[in-house]
């Protein structure tokens, strides 16, 4: 019916899997039939790790064999924005109710002020209320955090 493309199939995001977590892991962890084109420090990298003057060795890479760190290189965009786009409508769930009050208290006070005589109204009981246009923007703001 439909077909995924290349980077989108299982197999392809296994050896993604893979690879991110076999570089993480020292080269006599790795499996033997596993793809050489992993990078692991050789002898000849450890000899050129050194300061022209010979005297400081910089910092070979350590393995962690974190299958965590793996999951998060491989899957780095996906999760994160998965996780922030959950963030925002979680937020947007949690502040749509407190709109919805503000909107519901603003629709009572206008009611109340229009019904008002204009002696009640002279006599400075209830504030007028804002506008109608502040009614629509609230309308609206609801309807985009739903």
Known sequence: LWTLPPEGLAGSITDN?????????PPDKRPK???PTIPSPS???KEMNTDP???KATKLPTYDSSLFKALNSAFFKKTWASGLL?????TLNTTTPLVNKVLLTWLTESYVYFRL????KASGI?????????GIGLAFAIFVMQ
């Open 17 to 25: 899997v893979e690879k991110a977590f076999y570089s993480r892991c």
């Open 33 to 35: 039939g596993f793809s």
């Open 43 to 45: 002898n000849n990298e």
């Open 53 to 55: 003057e010979g005297s």
């Open 86 to 90: 959950l963030l925002v409508s979680n």
């Open 117 to 120: 005589t204009d002696q009640e």
């Open 126 to 134: 209830l504030a007028e209320p804002r506008g109608i246009g502040y």
